[in-house]
């Protein structure tokens, strides 16, 4: 796998596209630094937000003095602060995202959507963090928002090599440990690995009250089997090997993807976390704005 | 296993040929690494190595079916036993001409016909240089392995039922003999008999390794009634002109149903008496005729019944040499002698010159001029006082004896215990003891003889001397006085060793001077007259073995009762006759003895036959039963060119493309009805 640059990440067209799209977050984040998103806690900045009863101990400074004169009673201006948030971008590096040419496989289209997402974040000054994991957690970048943090997670995407087995779930919970409350969690992987002991570990995120994003990442040779005749199949990340025909199986194959992945879109509807399919024969960034568009319809 | 069409076999070339495409089309395949194998886990049944069994097995399927079609082309024949098509056949045919074999089967023929008919039909199953040889159970004679088959079918239609029995194993043997002789690879063994169970071999016959022997046995069954005339037991004492011939007979009912029979004597050519008896199933009926010779010579008859099921056996012939008199040889064995030792006995049993007055007519003769021929005209020899007897003597009286002839032997001074020593019969060699000095009166009667003491007055017997006498345990002893044994009888064969411990003289007692003496002596010699021409006759098949009355005779001529006349050279003095198959009366010229009764074998009369079980227990060997109601030829054509077996090659070449059929169909094992399913769902 050729190692991708920043710039080749992140190329003129899609900078070009990423400039007119803002990403506003699902629900109001805790943030430290005043940006796009929501605040839970109500502050008193520009944007207004609603009025309440002013109540003893209120500084009187807050007291909207006009709408006293207009009713004769005490209101306080309530005000909805834009914070800075914290995403974290979380990257499956098992052997299964190696599928694919060898110019471009699934963890290269998972990389490119992760850098798109941190220049992204780091555009609208939200603190970036960044995990890779297969069955253990690799690295782990707190979520920062300098510049230079930024410049250090791109270069470090460009280093990493998909290999190893697919073990989410003890490392999704242990992410979630990590990750702070009301964070974005923005998850690239195949979700080859999806069982009971996965589900609980999503439940983590949401009881962290994160809002999770999970992109999943596949190659058209995963949706669409274009294979023809006798294939003997070996599993990226165990090595097994299976002899197929794969006219006989193909029908059933594909049936049972889709049912997968329409499993996994079910299950992340139920719990309230969005799930978007993503092949690699898509080119990356009209996927994203694909996603983008579809976020801004729900605001 | 032979195959009818055998050019066919070149398309086994072709039963190679779906390996062969297999290989030559076979795919490659490809390997492709690819993220997660897990939605293929549950789809087992699409493994490659499924379809690769299934194309195995179709690949097997397809040349199955090819070679299947080649071998039902190529027509094989499955055979149990090794025969080959091409090659030359040698047939024996064993012919059960045994007295059963008369027995009527349903069409009213005879089951040696029927046989006989087989017999020709498997003829008919031979062609061009096969060979055939005719065996007869009996132990006819047949004809050796021959390739003019003519020659078998003329001896077919000549041969007869015999009233012989027979043995399979010799039958068989000879047949293997006839068999292992011959060169043609295919050799073949046909019986055809009624399989009668009195003729089951005790053991398997044992035959010698023949190669490439297939036996066959062809079953002939009949009727099991059957009534039949059992031998004709006529005492062997002299008959003579005027008086009562008994003529005892036993009528045998070998069925399962109680049978009315008309039983008739015929003497000469004439019926002189019927009666009719009722014969209980699985049982015999005794009875008896009496007839008067009214003259002397031989005489010849039969008892007769009629029973349709089985004629052969219903008529026993007899014959009976009718006497005069009783001719009774009286042997001196000291020429020089003075002594007439047969003085008192002569007076007492033939006192005229040549008139027989009592029936009996002696003669005199020595002991050094016995020949056998002069024994054979008597029916008793008397020794008195006997000198030792020669080696020769004793072997010629012990020959008289065993053919039913009886010696009565007087003691008298010179006898002792070595005077018969050179008799072979230990119990007549030391028969007579020392002579002892006797002070007593009277003798009494026993056996035979009882009946004379309540006709005789034997007190006044004075008893002066008397030899002690060594009886073995079958002795009979006919008198005794005090304890003491003064007549015994020891049986030698047939005949008799009668020893009185007296002299026929009056230097032992007085009872030649006694009126009791000619009685007691004329019931002795009448008890122990033996005819030695009388013969109880001959079983067919029998050899018969005749003595020409003169050195001169080259021939002797023989008539049989049926009319045949047969001329039989004579070799040393002796003829033998063979030709005795056929029941009846032989009558010989210029021989001895005369006149011979030809009877069939008694045990031929129960028709009992084998299970099919027990009937392939005759030899130790593999045996093809074939069928009597079918045809013959076509039984044995089958047997030989073995099962077809076409049809069902056939039938498993379309089994085989069905079953390709469905192993091959795609749409039924590769999963292509889950696209059909989704596309209902889709609907």
């Known amino acids: 796998m050729s190692s991708p640059t920043h710039t080749a990440l992140l190329t003129p067209r899609t900078l070009d596209t990423l400039k007119n799209i803002e990403m506003v977050a699902r629900a ?60 974290y971008v979380v990257l499956d590096r098992s052997g299964s995202m190696a599928l694919g040419s060898a110019k471009s496989h699934k963890f290269h289209y998972a990389c490119y959507l992760a850098a798109a997402f941190i220049y992204l974040m780091h555009r609208q000054k939200d603190a970036v963090g960044l995990f890779t994991y297969s069955d253990k957690i690799h690295t782990y970048f707190p979520a920062q928002c300098s510049r230079v943090h930024m410049l250090s997670l791109l270069s470090h995407l460009e280093g990493l090599v998909p290999e190893g087995r697919s073990d989410a779930a003890p490392c999704f919970h242990r992410i979630a440990e990590e990750v702070h409350r009301r964070s974005i969690v923005l998850v690239f992987s195949d979700f080859f690995d999806m069982n009971s002991a996965f589900i609980q570990s999503l439940r983590h995120f949401q009881h962290k009250s994160c809002e999770v994003i999970l992109f999943q990442v596949l190659d058209p040779m995963e949706l669409e089997f274009p294979f023809r005749g006798l294939i003997e199949f070996r599993d990226l990340e165990t090595g097994e090997i299976l002899e197929l025909e794969s006219d006989d199986c193909r029908e059933a194959y594909l049936t049972d993807i889709r049912r997968y992945v329409q499993n996994m879109k079910q299950l992340c509807g139920r719990m309230n976390m969005s799930f978007e399919t993503l092949s690699t024969g898509t080119a990356f960034d009209r996927a994203l704005l694909a996603y983008f568009h579809k976020r801004e319809k729900l605001f | 296993m032979e195959f009818a069409n055998s050019i066919f076999l070149w398309g086994l070339l072709a039963v190679p040929l779906p390996v062969l495409l297999h290989l030559f089309f076979r795919r490659r395949k490809a390997k492709v690494a690819f993220s997660t194998l897990q939605f293929f886990q549950q789809r087992k049944r699409y493994l490659a190595h499924r379809r690769r069994l299934r194309e195995i097995l179709l690949l097997l399927i397809r040349t199955l079916a090819l070679l299947c079609l080649v071998l039902a082309l190529s027509r094989v024949l499955f055979q149990s036993m090794p025969y080959a098509l ?28 029927l046989a006989s008919q087989k017999a020709e039909e498997v003829l008919d199953t031979l062609s061009e240089g096969d060979g055939a040889a005719l065996v007869f159970v009996s132990g006819r004679q047949g004809l050796a392995m021959t390739r003019k088959r003519q020659l078998v079918r003329q001896q077919l239609e000549n041969a007869r039922v015999t009233g012989g029995t027979g043995s399979y194993s010799a039958a068989l043997k000879q047949a293997v003999s006839y068999l292992a002789s011959a060169g043609n690879p295919n050799r073949e063994i046909y019986v055809l008999s009624d399989f009668q169970r009195n003729q089951a071999p005790s053991k398997p016959v044992e035959l010698d390794a023949v190669k490439g022997l297939r036996i066959y046995f062809l079953p002939v069954s009949g009727t099991l009634e059957n009534l039949s005339v059992e031998n004709l037991k006529l005492s062997p004492r002299p008959q003579m002109v005027n008086k009562r011939l008994s003529i005892p007979y036993t009528i045998r009912n070998h069925g399962e149903n109680a049978r009315d029979t008309e039983v008739s004597l015929t003497v000469g050519t004439e019926t002189r008496n019927t009666v009719t008896v009722t014969v209980p199933a699985g049982e015999a009926t005794e009875g008896h005729f009496d007839y008067v010779p009214d003259r002397a010579g031989f005489l010849s008859g039969a008892v007769k019944i009629t029973d349709r099921h089985l004629e052969l056996d219903n008529c026993r012939t007899f014959t009976v040499n009718v006497c005069e008199n009783i001719r009774v040889l009286l042997l001196e064995s000291d020429i020089l002698s003075r002594v007439r030792p047969f003085h008192f006995l002569k007076l007492a049993i033939d006192p005229g010159e040549g008139e027989a007055l009592n029936g009996i007519q002696t003669e005199q003769g020595f002991v050094q001029e016995l020949a056998p021929k002069e024994l054979e005209k008597h029916h008793t020899v008397v020794m008195a006082n006997p000198q030792p007897l020669s080696t020769q003597t004793a072997a010629l009286l012990t020959h008289y004896m065993v053919s039913g002839g009886t010696v009565i032997v007087f003691a008298g001074t010179d006898v002792d215990d070595k005077t018969f020593a050179s008799f072979e019969d230990k119990r007549l060699q030391h028969l007579f003891g020392a002579k002892q000095q006797a002070d007593f009166n009277g003798l009494q009667f026993k056996g035979p003889l009882n009946a004379l003491n309540a006709l005789l007055q034997m007190d006044l017997l004075k008893w002066q001397r008397i030899h002690e006498l060594t009886l073995s345990p079958s002795a009979v002893v006919m008198a005794e006085s005090r304890g003491h044994v003064v007549m015994a009888e020891e049986k030698v064969g047939a005949g008799s060793f009668i020893a009185c411990a007296f002299s026929c003289r009056r230097d032992y007692c007085n009872w030649p001077e006694l009126k009791s003496f000619p009685i007691a002596m004329i019931h002795l010699l009448t008890y122990a007259a033996h005819d030695p021409q009388q013969n109880t006759g001959a079983a067919c098949g029998a050899l018969l073995r005749l003595t020409a009355l003169s050195p001169a005779d080259t021939h002797i001529a023989l008539s049989h009762s049926d009319g045949m006349l047969f001329r039989i050279p004579v070799e040393k003095g002796e003829a033998v006759f063979a030709d005795t198959w056929q029941p009846g009366v032989l009558t010989a010229e210029r021989a001895a003895p005369r006149c011979i009764a030809i009877n069939p074998v008694p045990a031929e009369s129960d028709l009992a036959c084998m299970g099919s079980g027990k009937m392939t227990d005759i030899v130790a060997a593999s045996v093809t039963v074939l069928k009597t109601d079918a045809g013959v030829e076509s039984q044995i054509r089958t047997y030989r060119q073995g099962s077809d077996l076409t049809g069902f090659f056939l039938f498993l070449a379309l089994v085989l493309l069905l079953l390709e059929l469905v192993v091959g169909n795609t749409y039924l094992l590769s999963g292509r009805r889950a696209e059909t399913r989704t596309g209902k769902e889709a609907e």
């Open chain 2, 86 to 113: 091409s090659a030359k056949t040698n047939a024996v045919i064993i012919l059960d001409d045994t007295l059963s074999m008369d027995r009527k089967i349903g069409s009213g023929a005879t089951a040696f016909e």
């Open chain 1, 28 to 87: 109001m984040v805790e943030g430290t630094l005043t940006g796009l998103h929501r605040s839970p806690y109500h502050g008193f900045s520009s944007e207004f937000s609603e009025y309440r009863k002013y109540c003893p101990g209120d500084p009187v400074k807050h007291v909207d003095w006009v709408a006293y004169a207009k009713t004769d009673r005490y209101y306080v201006k309530q005000y909805e602060d834009e914070t800075n948030t914290r995403t």
